[in-house]
DNA sequence: AGCAGGACCTGATGGC
DNA sequence: TGCCATCAGGTCCTGC
């Protein structure tokens, strides 16, 4: 899943335990990693393995950064690793939790190990040596969490859309950072349906989006994220968000706030969860 | 342009 | 136990 609370989770982690080390070994298990590098096909011209075991190698890390839900290790010397987890990625650096799928690993002396590790492959890393021109982050919309995300600009983005809100909350050119849970959670607290068309969102409503997106992000970080089966930690620690969530996964339980049954249905092919009382 | 649906992968789960 | 179908948190691509 991870989601934005668990990119952000995971960026704190690993902010304090890598920025000032340096990257002395580098191995690609699969480099089917790299981005735009698919199974069965050609690497593209621009990707060498060599030339990416180059790149990092020797590197020190400055910063950590997130945006959305990418992962950026900006680097002292010049240039910047990019990775995104998908739906099973894990970054962990305590090798008890070092299990399969081994994708990237990144070694620094002494004693940091750091593994890339992804059960289904959909995770992927790029080397930038300017991030901010990689193409994917300038696609973002802005951040929930900065200040970034504000009612107007979310109306404006709705104004003239048809399709479900649920969808265009997962548009990450619209808002970043959201995926299927705090997007239900976030309607849920909204009083709106899933299926609502975008263009019939109020201003009012838009409002109230915005700040229970904020809202369940923040809980969600503070909770150290929604660990359903896959999501964990860098030590391979559980969050605990899913102790908190309001419909997400509930299908059949009573809602929490009017004792209806909470109904799970799909749209857009993705499980949307909703109380047919709260929600309108 | 914007939308829905499928593809990309693997492992877990549930039904027979 | 074993096999098969179904399902999963994200994003990109395709065709309408």
Known sequence: MPELPEVETIRRDLAARIVGRSIAEVEVPDPAIFTGYKR???????????????????????????????LIFEFKQEGALILHLRMTGQL????????????????????????????????????????????????????????????????????????????????????????????NEALFH?????????????????????ANIQKVLDQSIASRGYSMSNYVDTFGKRGAMQNHSWVYDWEGDPCRKCKTLIVRRILCGRSVYFCRKCQR
């Open 190 to 210: 909204s009083g709106i349906r899933p299926e609502r068309c975008g263009n019939s969102i109020s201003g009012k409503e838009a409002s109230a989006l915005c």
């Open 40 to 70: 069965g096909s050609k690497a593209p011209k621009d990707i060498s393995l060599n030339g990416f075991v180059r790149d990092l190698k020797g590197k020190t890390i400055l910063h950590v950064l997130r945006f959305g839900k990418y």
């Open 92 to 183: 962990l650096v305590d090798p008890e939790q070092f299990k399969a799928r081994l994708r990237l690993v990144l070694t620094g002396a002494p004693n940091l190990v750091l593994v890339f590790q992804d059960q289904r492959r959909f995770g992927e890393v790029a080397y930038a040596q300017n991030w901010r021109l990689f193409e994917p982050l300038a696609k973002l919309g802005p951040e929930p969490l900065n200040g970034g995300l504000s009612p107007e600009h979310l109306r404006s983005k709705l104004k003239f859309r048809s399709a479900s809100i649920h969808s265009l909350l997962l548009n990450q050119r619209i808002i970043a950072g959201l995926g299927n849970i705090y997007a």
